[in-house]
């Protein structure tokens, strides 16, 4: 299962980066990952080749080396998640604005889907993102993403709004992107435990 989002022109694009990543550094080898076996570090740019290449498989329309180059260049949180043998096996991109964060881009080698890494990686990403004071997420996700949608209310996100003809579609028609939202609660103890209590969870 793909849990990409922010496909379509403008992704991964605007201004300001993460005022917060001050003094946020990988480990060696990186950083604890989301499931065992797993380890989590900051993309570079030397693993775009193998970013592309899962991008352009899992997605009709993949982020392009431009969109991904941008996002790294303006300072957004780039993450890689590689497993046991060094490998990269998915990726997410995400950027602050100012006290909440904006989920572009969650995905994961086709391989590797349906094995519940998709909904590992975005609690990790929400229990970093607590630890380090954002109030919420928000992301974009296309109605047919079924998928997605499902893994995306089963964390507790809600939808807020719509975005039309926001994501490229077939036959150069246009897709509606549904704007969803999660509201953490509970940030101090919740978020240094390594997991945001969410608010309107069901």
């Not at 022109?9 to 065992?36: E, K, S």
């Not at 080698?109 to 004071?133: F, H, K, N, T, Y």
């Amino acid at each position: 299962m793909s849990a990409g989002v922010g496909q379509g022109p403008g992704q991964g694009q605007g201004p300001g980066g993460n005022p917060a990543d001050a003094g946020v550094h990988d480990a060696p080898g990186g950083r604890p990952g989301p499931m065992p076996g797993l380890r989590a570090r900051h993309m570079s740019r030397r693993d775009l080749p193998r970013v592309i290449a899962i991008e352009n498989e899992i997605y009709p329309f993949p982020w392009s080396l431009g969109n991904f180059s941008d996002s790294l260049e303006a300072g957004y949180d780039c993450w890689a998640f590689d497993d046991e043998s060094g490998a990269l096996v998915a990726y997410a991109v995400v950027m602050w604005i100012p006290d909440e964060v904006h989920l572009l881009n969650l995905s994961v080698a086709a391989p590797l889907q349906r094995r519940g890494l998709g909904r590992a990686i975005l609690e990790w990403l929400s229990a970093d993102a607590v630890r380090r004071g954002a109030r919420g997420m928000l992301l974009e996700v296309r109605p047919s993403n079924l998928p997605a949608l499902r893994l995306y209310e089963r964390s507790g996100f809600e939808r807020i709004g719509v975005r039309r003809r926001y994501y490229p579609a077939p036959d150069q028609q246009r897709e509606d992107a549904w704007v969803l939202f999660r509201r953490f609660v509970g940030q101090g103890e919740q978020g240094e435990q390594g997991g945001p209590e969410v608010g309107g969870a069901r």
